[in-house]
């Protein structure tokens, strides 16, 4: 008896150990790692956060390729258009006040969680609950994440379960042919 109870405790510590999701969060000197696949190549893609009062800044380093992307708070907060731009040409890449960059801003998330649906670049991305499909997982650990489709395309996308910074972990079948995926997070 004292052995099956002993069974049990474990298998119920077991679940809930596993039954947690990681939430990370966006601090100074944080560095996310991605893989992006970019119209076929595929290529690895470092941020590293900087947090002001009145704007984000990701440090981009890619191939060679550095830049700085500047999220201003406007954005951060009512944006409703993501970039894609990789600072390619500017070493600062100031963005538009509704633009964010690897992130949804603070309103859509709102959005999302009230409505189960936001508005981004002119696309209606839908809240879809088939949690097979949620999954996302980064160094073993996964992620709690909200998984949404366009309407109008097949884009998908994963976006961390933080209101303050809504992360995209993972986004696929993007028309532009620019796909990514988080792999790592590291507080530096």
């Not at 907060?77 to 970039?83: D, E, Q």
Request: overall charge neutral; charged content about 20%; hydrophobic content about 40%.
């Amino acid at each position: 008896m004292k052995k099956t109870i002993l069974i049990l405790l474990v298998c119920a510590m077991h679940q809930i150990g596993t039954a947690q999701k990681y939430i990370p969060t966006l601090k100074n000197n944080t560095e996310l790692s991605y893989i992006c696949k970019l119209h076929g190549q595929t290529r690895t893609l470092t941020l590293t956060s900087k947090i002001a009062n009145d704007k984000l800044i990701l440090d981009l380093d890619t191939r060679g390729v550095k830049s700085s992307i500047v999220i201003l708070s406007e954005a951060l907060k009512n944006g409703n258009a993501l970039s894609f731009n990789q600072g390619e040409y500017e070493p600062v890449l100031s963005l538009k006040p509704t633009e964010t960059f690897f992130m949804i801003s603070q309103s859509a998330y709102q959005d999302l969680l009230k409505n189960n649906k936001f508005i981004y670049n002119n696309t209606t991305y839908v809240l879809d609950e088939n949690l097979a499909k949620n999954s996302v997982e980064i160094e073993g650990k996964l992620l709690d994440n909200l998984h949404v489709v366009a309407q109008v395309d097949e884009t998908e996308m994963w976006i961390v379960k933080n209101p303050e910074f809504p992360l995209i972990c993972k986004i696929i079948k993007n028309p532009l042919g620019i796909n990514f995926t988080l792999v790592k997070i590291t507080d530096n």
